[in-house]
C-alpha cells in the first residue's frame, strides 16, 4: 500500500511539474519578432500591358543571417512567371517560384523574373503581386506590391 502511494505521489509530482512547465504556456504571450527585411523593390522599365511578357528585377536585403524562404504568389491576372538568371528557384508552388537558402545579412539579393499577363486585363486594372518571406523563429514577412494596367 505505502508503495503504490509513494508511485502515485511521483506520478502526480511529475504531472504538475509539465504542466507547469508546458501546459499553461499562453502562446498568444509568446509572440514572434518580424523577420528582418531591410529593403525590398520589385521594378521594371516596362508597365505591365494585357498579354505581354514584362521582365521585372526583384532586389531585398535582410539585417539578419537565416535560413530564408521566398515565395512570390502568382496572381490571377498573370498567366506565367519564368525565372531569368540565377538562382534558380528550389520548386514551383501553383505556377509561382520558391528560393530556400541560407541568407547573410547585408547582402543584396536580385532575382530577374518575367511576368505574362493575361490577355483580358483592361486599362486602370490594378494587379497585385505578393512575396512571403519565412524564415525558422520570425513572422512571416508579406511584402504587396500593386501594379496598374496600361494597354496601349
Known amino acids: 500500500m505505502v508503495m503504490v502511494a509513494a508511485c502515485l ?3 502526480v509530482v511529475s504531472a504538475i511539474g509539465s504542466q507547469k512547465t508546458y501546459g499553461a504556456t499562453n502562446k498568444k504571450a509568446r509572440t514572434l519578432p518580424p ?3 531591410c529593403a525590398f523593390g520589385f521594378s521594371s522599365k516596362y508597365a505591365p500591358s494585357a498579354g505581354e511578357a514584362v521582365p521585372y528585377t526583384l532586389t531585398f536585403s535582410v539585417c539578419k543571417s537565416v535560413n530564408l524562404t521566398l515565395r512570390e504568389v502568382r496572381p490571377t491576372a498573370v498567366t506565367k512567371i519564368e525565372v531569368l538568371g540565377d538562382p534558380q528557384p528550389t520548386r514551383m508552388v501553383r505556377g509561382g517560384p520558391v528560393w ?3 541568407v547573410s545579412w547585408r ?3 536580385t532575382r530577374d ?3 505574362t499577363f493575361a490577355n483580358g486585363l483592361h486599362t486602370g486594372d490594378k494587379v497585385k ?3 512571403i518571406f519565412r524564415a525558422p523563429g520570425f513572422r512571416p514577412d508579406v511584402e504587396v506590391v500593386t501594379q496598374t494596367v496600361y494597354n496601349p
Do not use: A, D, S
Open 9 to 11: 505521489g511521483l506520478v
Open 35 to 37: 523577420l528582418p527585411v
Open 100 to 102: 530556400v537558402q541560407h
Open 107 to 109: 547582402t543584396y539579393f
Open 113 to 115: 523574373i518575367r511576368l
Open 129 to 131: 503581386q505578393k512575396f
